[in-house]
């Protein structure tokens, strides 16, 4: 079946500097990839999601890369900002199965 | 633009009761989603349904009933809450069912006493 792995349960970091979420994954067919992001007390929201073309997609400063050869996703945004303080999900769609099989989460803190 | 609305906001029950969960979509979305939410675990699916009156099991269906009598509303019944249970219920929605972007509500809090 589909998995999903997030490797950071937990990213503390400050403000202005660079953050990298990683995302690997492993899927029998071809998949979607989506980062979603979830402030505290809010619904988890679409960040991103991956393109078969191969283009970069980007939001609010954040993109990610799907790179098939490695089955990764990587989340990345080169100066953080404290309003970057969330619960972030990488998750993953295919052809066979419905709904989204997610990660367990990467929850980023960022101090001023 | 569309919204998902769930009520209640929170829930308290106790131990061995049956509890509903309700979910209300206005974006005329075919699938709709139930997941659990739970501390360090990611989000696992519950049920889905893409269409009025269908139900799909997900990875954690055990426990739990659903129902989609409109295509704007799914509900998730708890058969019997375990002791000391927390956890976020969330629902969504989506276009269709592979692929899309799903949008989700704002959740239940379920706590069993």
């Known amino acids: 079946g589909d998995s999903v792995t997030q490797t950071e349960g937990l990213v503390t970091l400050t403000e202005g500097l660079p953050v990298m979420l990683n995302c690997t994954y492993q899927?029998?067919?071809?998949?979607?990839l989506f980062w979603y992001v979830q402030h505290l007390n809010e619904a988890p929201k679409l960040l991103l999601k991956?393109?078969?073309?191969?283009k970069r997609p980007e939001h609010q400063g954040f993109h990610a890369t799907l790179h098939k050869s490695s089955s990764s996703f990587h989340l990345q945004k080169s100066s953080a900002q404290l309003s970057d303080s969330a619960l972030y999900y990488c998750?993953?769609?295919?052809?066979?199965?419905?709904?989204?099989?997610f990660g367990l989460g990467t929850r980023v803190s960022v101090f001023p | 633009g569309g919204i998902i609305t769930q009520t209640p906001k929170f829930l308290i029950g106790q131990e061995g009761q049956k509890l509903t969960l309700k979910c209300q979509q206005n974006?005329?979305?075919?699938?709709m989603y139930w997941y659990r939410q739970d501390s360090g675990k990611g989000l696992r699916l519950i049920y889905y349904?893409?269409?009025?009156?269908?139900?799909q099991k997900g990875d954690l269906s055990e426990g739990y009933d659903a129902s989609r009598e409109k295509k704007s509303s799914f509900s998730l019944t708890v058969t019997s809450a375990q002791k000391n249970e927390m956890a976020v219920f969330l629902c969504?929605?989506?276009?269709?069912?592979?692929?899309?972007?799903?949008?989700f509500g704002p959740g239940t809090r379920l706590t069993v006493l």
């Open positions: 969504a929605s989506s276009i269709d069912g592979n692929y899309a972007e799903q949008f």
């Open positions: 899927s029998t067919y071809s998949p979607f």
């Open positions: 991956s393109f078969t073309d191969n």
């Open positions: 998750a993953l769609s295919s052809v066979y199965a419905q709904g989204l099989t």
């Open positions: 974006f005329n979305h075919d699938t």
């Open positions: 349904s893409i269409t009025e009156n269908d139900l």
